[in-house]
């Protein structure tokens, strides 16, 4: 085959070739089951033909917007109950919140190889509503403590953890192959509307209900992803190993270490997660001590970030091939990094603004086609443990950051901490691609 030829393509026959007839036949099954069911539509949205998607893409992106309502209002919260050191109480839930993507994505990864996925997330789901009618209880009434804050974060972490890898491995199963792309693309454009919307109403709710009624927007916004699970059905692809869940995550773990160009794209993606997406754990601080901003100011702030992120997802929507995904990777973090450490040296509103713009297009540009790429690399049996291993990596590590953020800031203020990590990673991450083996197809 000729080396120039696209690499899923090679990449592709190395997989059927290796999987047994079954396997190859439910997936050649699969497709007409998962065909169009509402026309031709245009390529930027069409995976929204298949109607299994639509419902989920709805359902998560009506959820999402209440979730960032409440990420919002919790980083408010913290500054309202925080009477001293604000910045370390900001680390702290920020560590609280996803820590449990350390310790428990692994697990989730696992877990979702083996049990059926959209059950799971009905579980895990409903959990999180939960919790946020409990805070949104406990705040009204007046009798929320930080020590209680943060033990509320790390449980609704916890189902954060074991949802998110069903959720990834959920969507190659509810479109064709050819939808995949696109779906992941339309699936990063509805998380990163919700950025943009989310903040904003989160912003004017709490000025005109307090922190409490974004908490309660969020429970309520649960019910449409559960609507959603409730009406999606699937085929099952593969029946899973009689293995011991500890060898499932071991043979896990031995699949990302063999496959060089799956290691070199989940580091890269670790040393965003733990030296500069904390970032946005600490733009209230930035918000409410450097810019001076209100709660509407600090919500139009988000809605910024959000903004640049929700054009990157446009632009991956767009994009039709793959071919040079690493090179897009790496340079994508670069640019992110950049305007990372811009906003923290920045003391106008709009130049942080235009900065959380930039930012946000190309973390989300990295990231994304971080999640491409794995997901078109990944074997489907290894695809719940591998997105697993991508949610620790990006999300997982992250709260190791904050804490890191935190101490250093009370050491050396928060912009001197945020900056210098923003310029340690691209050090970093330069090294790691300079040197990572297996990407002679990604580049």
Not at 164 to 174: C, G, W
């Amino acid at each position: 085959m000729d080396g120039r030829e696209d690499w899923r393509t090679e990449r592709e026959a190395e997989e059927r070739a290796g999987q047994p007839l079954e396997s190859v036949a439910a997936s050649e099954a699969l497709a007409p089951q998962l065909g169009s069911t509402s026309g031709d539509m245009p390529h930027m949205i069409r995976a929204l033909r298949n109607r299994e998607f639509r419902w989920f893409w709805a359902g998560n992106f009506l959820s999402n917007i209440g979730t960032w309502m409440q990420n919002v209002a919790m980083g408010w919260l913290v500054l309202q109950l925080a009477t001293e050191n604000p910045a370390f109480w900001l680390g702290v839930v920020g560590f609280a919140s996803s820590a449990p993507m350390l310790a428990f994505s692994l697990l989730g990864g696992v877990i979702a190889d083996r049990v059926n996925r959209r059950k799971l997330m009905l579980m895990t789901q409903t959990a999180m509503m939960v919790f946020a009618f409990t805070i949104w209880g406990l705040t009204a009434l007046h009798w929320m403590k930080l020590p209680l804050l943060v033990l509320l974060s790390f449980l609704t972490g916890i189902s954060m953890a074991l949802n998110n890898p069903s959720q990834q491995a959920l969507v190659p199963q509810l479109v064709p192959r050819e939808d995949l792309a696109n779906a992941i693309a339309l699936n990063a454009a509805q998380f990163n509307m919700s950025r943009v919307v989310g903040p904003t109403l989160g912003g004017f709710a709490m000025a005109w209900f307090g922190v409490q009624g974004n908490f309660l927007l969020n429970g309520l916004s649960f019910v449409a992803v559960l609507v959603a699970l409730a009406r999606i059905h699937y085929p099952t692809q593969y029946a899973a190993e009689k293995n011991s869940m500890w060898g499932d995550l071991v043979e896990g773990l031995r699949y990302v270490f063999d496959r060089r160009d799956l290691f070199t794209l989940l580091s890269m993606t670790a040393v965003a997660s733990v030296l500069v997406i904390p970032y946005i754990t600490f733009v209230p601080l930035f918000a409410k001590q450097i810019l001076h901003l209100d709660a509407r100011g600090f919500g139009l702030l988000m809605a910024a970030n959000g903004g640049g992120a929700f054009l990157a997802a446009v632009t991956m929507a767009f994009r039709r091939r793959w071919k040079h995904g690493g090179r897009v990777v790496f340079r994508a973090s670069i640019a992110f990094y950049v305007f990372v450490a811009l906003f923290a040296i920045s003391r106008n509103v709009w130049v942080s603004g235009l900065m959380l713009v930039g930012a946000g297009y190309f973390m989300v540009l990295m990231i994304a086609t971080v999640n491409v790429l794995l997901q078109h690399l990944s074997e489907d049996k290894m695809r719940g443990r591998v997105m697993s291993i991508y949610a620790t990596a990006f999300l997982g590590f992250t709260p190791l950051g904050s804490l890191m953020a935190g101490s250093l800031a009370g050491t050396f203020t928060a912009p001197v901490s945020i900056a210098a990590m923003a310029v340690a990673a691209i050090g970093i991450n330069s090294v790691i691609y300079s040197r990572g083996k297996g990407m002679s197809g990604l580049r």
